[in-house]
Nanobody
Framework: QVQLVEFGGGLVQPGGCLRL?????????????MGWYRQAPGKQRELVAF???????KYADSVKGRFTISRDNAKNTVYLQMNSLKPEDTAVYYC??????????????WGQGTQVTVSS
C-alpha cells in the first residue's frame, strides 16, 4: 500500500474555490489510479473523481464542470481543483490510490481526510 497525506481543506464561501493536494509515498505512484472520495455528515462516502495512470479522468455528475482532478507524477501528488463550490460540497474529502479495471476504480489505500466546509 501507499501512504497518502491530504492538504488544502478549509472554509470557503459559496461560489468560491479550493485546491486539495494529496502527496503519496513510494516510487510507483505513476502506476496507480488516484481518486478522491468525500463523506458528508449522515451520508455514505461517495466517489468524487479519479484519474488513471494514463490520465483518463471520471467525475461524479454532481461535480462535473466544477471540479478538476490532475496529477503530477514527478511530485507524487494528485490535486483536486474545486470551483463554484456549493454548500452541498461540504464534506470530509479523502484521497485514495488503487487500480482501474473494466471501467471501474478500486481504491485500496486511503488518506486521513481533510475537511471542506462551504458556508457563508
Amino acid at each position: 500500500q501507499v501512504q497518502l497525506v491530504e492538504f488544502g481543506g478549509g472554509l470557503v464561501q459559496p461560489g468560491g474555490c479550493l485546491r486539495l493536494a494529496c502527496a503519496a509515498s513510494g516510487s510507483i505512484f505513476m502506476f496507480y489510479t488516484m481518486g478522491w472520495y468525500r463523506q458528508a455528515p449522515g451520508k455514505q462516502r461517495e466517489l468524487v473523481a479519479f484519474i488513471t495512470s494514463g490520465s483518463t479522468t471520471k467525475y461524479a455528475d454532481s461535480v462535473k464542470g466544477r471540479f478538476t482532478i490532475s496529477r503530477d507524477n514527478a511530485k507524487n501528488t494528485v490535486y483536486l481543483q474545486m470551483n463554484s463550490l456549493k454548500p452541498e460540497d461540504t464534506a470530509v474529502y479523502y484521497c485514495n490510490a488503487g487500480t482501474y479495471s473494466a471501467g471501474s476504480y478500486y481504491p485500496d489505500s486511503w488518506g486521513q481526510g481533510t475537511q471542506v466546509t462551504v458556508s457563508s
